[in-house]
Structures are given as C-alpha cells and as structure tokens.
C-alpha cells in the first residue's frame, strides 16, 4: 500500500504520555513515512481499573504534541475489560476510522512467534494443566511448556500478550489489517520502554514529584500545573467514593453488573462494608482473580456497566467515534467514518439508538468520577463531555 493510503494506528492510554512514547511515535514515523497517525486512547478510566493522571483531552493533546494526527475516544465498555476485549475494542474502532496498519510495542517483536501465541497452545495440553488445579495463567503457560517451549516466556510479558490479542481480533473482525509490532524494551515496571515507564511516573506524582527527564516538556508542565492546582486525582478520595457505592449495593443489582464469573458477586456483596479497599481486595481475592481484574470490576460496579451490555457491546463492536483530537489532516480521516461521530456531543449524542446511549452513559459516569477524585473542588463538576470540544492545534498548541 503506497504512504497515501496508508494509516497507522495506536492503541494507548499515556498515562501519562512519556519519553517511551514519543519515541514509539519516532519510529512509527521513520517505518511509515507521512503516512497519518490515529490513537485509540483510553479515557477516564484506565485498563487496570483506576482514574487516569489526565482527562482524556489533555493526553489527546500531548499526542498530537507528539505527533498524531486525530486521537480518539476507546469506549469505556471496551476499555475496562480484559486484554481480549480491550484489543478487539481498539481493532475494530481503528479500522472503523480507515486504520491499514496497527503497531503495538512487543518485548519479543517476532510477528511468527506473536502468531504462535495468538493461536494458542494444544488444547489438550491446556485442559491437562486445568485439571492439575492451576489458573488458567499458570495453565496456558504449562501447556506451552509442554508442547512449544520457546513460545511460552512470551507469556510473562504484558505486551506480547496484547499483541497476540491484536492478532486474534485483526483475524476475526479485519482481516485486512496488518499488525506491525515494535520492540518495546523490558524495564521493572509497566509500560516500559527504554528503561521509561509510566508507573514509576505515576509513583513520583503521588509524592508530589514530577520527573522531569522521563517526560517531554509539555507533559511535565501539565503536570506541574496539575499537581500545583490540584487536578490530579487523589487515591484516598477514590476510595472513599468507591467504599460509599459498594455499600449501597443489593445482591440483585450485583448480579447484572459486571464480569463476575464462580460466584465473586457472593464475596464481593459479602465484603461490601469494607473501611478500605485493601479489606475489600483481602475479602474477595481468589487465585483466579489478580488484582488488575479485581481493580477493573470495581470500576464497572460504581459506573454501573450491566453484564449483558457488555456481552452486547463485544458482538457488535464500537456503536460511535468520539473525537479528543485531531489536526487538519486527522479531522479529513473524519469525513469517511461510516460510525456516528459524537464531535458535536450533545447534539449527535441525540442522533444514537437508545442502546449505544445507555453504553455512552458509562463514559459519561467515569468522567464524572474522575472529576470527583481531584483534591481541588472548582474542578469536580460533572458534564465535561458536553461542553468539552475536541482539541485542535489552532486552539491549543500554539
């Protein structure tokens, strides 16, 4: 495909967007020329099930800092779900707005042995590890072990489990786009790349730091100006707000919320009384539940996510293109979007079926809630959505 009809794109969230990224971003610009850059970015809420250190229009403006050309909204009904779900959600809202290519950050970039991973390992080698009693983790890598032993380290990894999820949602909902993975070097944490990484950033923001060599200028200063105003939401009220929702609950409203599977909603209701979140984690914890998913099924109960809108949302796939940002050449990548595009909110939100507005509402709730996490009350009104435009560069990177 020549440069221009090409169009990369980039699952992210940026939180916040750091030194590693840019560079991703470099590279993705030195392998694909001129060709347009889209992100899907994660908005409120992260996928590990916790507020962003930035509203969503704020990491859309540092991408198009770094050089993307139109950032737009992943749902949060696909964002606060399982590395599954959340690749299939990024896929198929890439390729609604004319993706070719998508390019993720691999620790081992090997597309042969991404493919490997995607297709899993010998299902009877699988179900021998299931039946020793190990989690489905644990069983996945065994049965690896036992029968492909170099794919298996692959699964340690974060973003090689990704990608093998890119892979396998690029085979069923497009099959016509590429997967062009990078190397994304290992670091102790997260996210990291070239021994950057956004947890040891967000580490250095709850005490009260800003690091300035692992952030591009215009990151650090929003975050200084973050930290200084109080925007950046604060941990202790989240989980004050989060404990008051949870006692709030019925067993029949736990039962149609959220991915809960073996019979977690008992103990979660259970342990609704909780005086912190580390007595709620303690009192529901099981071995097949690690705390990120735990993390983001607390999320999905306080936004009110109901189970069978999930299940709804993953058949169908993205109902709308929600814009956060975009430059000239993004906004024309608009015009041959097929999906309702939410840039006038509260007027196109009007124009949707009732069902994608109920799963809209979900997003609605998350920045509300963030809203409501920061220490500083004149920035915790509720409606940002609808007054909030899209960022352009005439309006705000001048």
């Not at 970015?41 to 403006?61: S, Y």
């Not at 299939?88 to 707005?97: I, N, Q, T």
């Not at 996945?140 to 340690?156: C, G, H, K, Q, V």
Request: with cysteine; proline share 7%.
């Amino acid at each position: 495909m020549s440069a221009a009809t090409e169009v990369v794109g980039i699952v992210a969230e940026y939180n916040p967007l750091h030194q590693g990224h840019v560079a991703q971003i470099k590279a993705v610009r030195k392998a694909f020329g001129d060709a347009p850059i889209v992100i899907a970015l994660t908005g409120a809420f992260v996928q590990r099930g916790e507020p962003a250190v930035a509203d969503p229009w704020t990491r859309a403006r540092w991408a198009l800092h770094a050089g993307a050309d139109l950032v737009v909204e992943l749902p949060a009904i696909f964002a606060l779900r399982s590395a599954e779900h959340f690749a299939a959600g990024g896929v198929r809202l890439l390729h609604a707005v004319g993706v070719t290519t998508l390019v993720c950050g691999a620790e081992n970039p090997d597309l042969a042995a991404l493919k490997k991973l995607a297709d899993g390992p010998n299902p009877t080698a699988l179900q021998t590890a299931l039946a020793q009693g190990l989690s489905y983790p644990a069983a996945m890598e065994a049965a690896f072990a036992a029968t492909d032993p170099d794919i298996a380290p692959l699964l340690r990894t974060p973003n090689n489990i990704l990608a093998a999820g890119y892979l396998r949602a690029i085979e069923r909902y497009a099959p016509s786009l590429c997967l062009a993975p990078l190397l994304r070097e290992r670091s102790d944490s997260a996210e990291g790349i070239a021994g950057i990484s956004g947890s040891a950033v967000r580490a250095r923001l709850q005490e009260g730091l800003v690091p300035r060599d692992m952030l591009p200028a215009y990151t650090y200063d929003d975050l200084s100006e973050a930290l200084r105003a109080g925007v950046f939401p604060q941990p202790e009220r989240y989980e004050l707000l989060a404990l008051q929702a949870l006692r709030l609950l019925t067993p029949a409203t736990l039962a149609q919320l959220g991915e809960f599977s073996e019979g977690l909603e008992d103990r979660w209701y259970a342990a609704r009384n909780a005086a912190t979140l580390a007595e709620l984690w303690n009192d529901v914890k099981t071995k097949r539940y690690p705390q990120t998913r735990l993390s983001r099924l607390l999320v999905q109960v306080l936004l009110g996510m109901r189970r069978q809108d999930l299940n709804d949302a993953a058949k169908t796939g993205p109902a709308w293109v929600y814009p956060l940002a975009f430059t000239p050449r993004g906004a024309a990548l608009l015009r041959n979007v097929t999906l309702p595009i939410l840039d006038r909110y509260g007027k196109m939100r009007k124009t949707l079926p009732p069902q994608a507005v109920d799963w809209l509402v979900y997003d609605e709730r998350a920045t509300d809630l963030a809203a409501l996490c920061c220490a500083n009350p004149e920035y915790r009104a509720g409606g940002a959505r609808f007054y909030r435009r899209p960022v352009t560069p005439t309006k705000e990177l001048q």
